[in-house]
């Protein structure tokens, strides 16, 4: 069987769902990924065919529903026909038994009304929310749930698709609702896999929190500067991550702001290799993910789980049901200074070595983490069963 994975994004752990995708698929099929140059180039993984796209998606601007790529401007509906229209002509190029679409949140609105492919396709859909208020107790602004309602109204369309084969949500119970829908299977995908080996000296010493990922406003690293202002001179924190060119500015200056309270900050900024994010996240006495709204769960949570380190997270969605749960740190709401840094404070001045949340980061890892990423993808296509 050939299976077509196809992703126009080449940041964040794009690359790294797409190459944990592949690897679970071999033995047993054929692979071609179809991604952008740079994405590909992070693939490091033999036995797969690549078709290069290029550069990646069009990017957003800040003017809502805007896109831009060299200058030129899209609306959202632009960028989704060149995207569907790019899907079409390598599925024509590659004949594939099965196409999955890694990322289809962009372009689902118009996927729904498209004709049905001459094969059967998966897609994978990374914030569903429409169940946030139900589930997690989590009431969205007006806009959210609007367009909540309306990506949960067209992932049931799409299910309903004679080429529709499964939706996997990176949310368990998004998944669960949609099984008991006509149609299409749903399947919850677990966090890919570390695709690293874990450094067996990674460092003991610990101290403050670490903020890291894809460096944006998103991330709320102004809001974790706020909560340091007051009484935190000598509190260690590590900033690490790639930073969107556009923040560049507005990072240095709030990293000026910490050290201008006394705070000792450590600037990790730039790309990261996998073990040095290991051992970035292995010297933080906790991981803070002080995000304002955040739909979706955060690789994050698995990443510091790897490494038994605690995390300080928001009050809302689903990371908040996960970190409660799993009990692996603290939820808090990241807009109030004084609760988020009394949360920080809480972990990071615990005596070292009581290690209170170390079983349940290895029951997190356990179950979100490890083989249970690729027992889901192999099982979608029933790899395990094949003759």
């Known amino acids: 069987m050939r299976i077509c994975l196809f992703d126009w994004n080449e940041g964040g752990h794009n690359p790294l769902y797409l190459r944990s995708f592949a690897a679970a698929l071999l033995p047993g099929s054929e692979v071609v990924l179809a991604a952008p140059d740079a994405a590909l180039a992070r693939v490091d993984l033999d036995g797969v065919r690549r078709r290069p796209l290029g550069g990646q998606r069009p990017q957003p601007t800040a003017v809502k529903n805007q896109f831009s790529r060299n200058g030129q401007l899209l609306d959202k509906s632009e960028a989704a026909a060149e995207e569907l229209d790019l899907i079409a002509t390598v599925c024509d190029e590659v004949e594939p038994d099965h196409l999955v679409l890694m990322h289809a949140d962009p372009v689902l609105r118009w996927l729904v009304d498209r004709p049905p492919f001459p094969f059967p396709h998966s897609i994978c859909v990374f914030q569903a929310r429409a169940h946030y208020r139900s589930a997690y107790g989590t009431k969205l602004p007006l806009g959210e749930r609007v367009r909540a309602r309306y990506q949960d109204h067209l992932v049931a369309r799409w299910q309903r698709k004679p080429d529709a084969h499964t939706v996997f949500a990176l949310d368990k119970i998004a998944a669960q609702r949609w099984s008991k829908r006509r149609g299409a299977a749903a399947r919850w995908l677990p966090e890919p896999p570390i695709p690293v080996a874990i450094p067996a000296d990674l460092d003991k010493e610990r101290s403050g929190c670490i903020l890291f990922g894809m460096l944006a406003p998103r991330k709320g690293l102004d809001l974790l500067a706020d909560a340091l202002s007051v009484d935190s001179a000598g509190f260690h924190v590590t900033v690490a991550g790639e930073v969107e060119p556009?923040?560049?500015?507005?990072?240095?200056?709030?990293?000026?702001?910490?050290?201008?309270?006394?705070?000792?900050?450590?600037?990790?900024?730039?790309?990261?290799?996998?073990?040095e994010v290991m051992r970035?996240?292995?010297?933080?006495?906790?991981?803070?993910?002080?995000?304002?709204?955040?739909?979706?769960?955060?690789?994050?949570?698995?990443?510091?789980?790897?490494?038994?380190?605690p995390v300080v997270a928001p009050d809302h969605g689903l990371i908040a049901h996960q970190v409660r749960e799993y009990e692996i740190?603290?939820?808090?709401?990241?807009?109030?200074?004084?609760?988020l840094r009394s949360a920080l404070f809480q972990i990071v001045k615990d005596p070292p070595g009581t290690d209170r949340y170390a079983a349940n980061l290895k029951r997190y890892w356990h179950e979100h983490g490890g083989d249970a990423f690729r027992r889901a993808a192999r099982a979608t296509f029933e790899l395990d069963n094949a003759a």
């Open 280 to 309: 970035a996240l292995a010297t933080a006495r906790c991981a803070v993910l002080p995000y304002r709204f955040h739909a979706g769960t955060s690789r994050v949570l698995t990443e510091a789980a790897v490494v038994g380190t």
């Open 329 to 339: 740190g603290l939820t808090v709401d990241p807009t109030d200074p004084a609760a």
């Open 246 to 275: 556009s923040y560049r500015e507005e990072l240095d200056a709030l990293l000026a702001k910490m050290r201008g309270h006394g705070v000792e900050v450590t600037d990790r900024t730039g790309r990261l290799s996998d073990e």
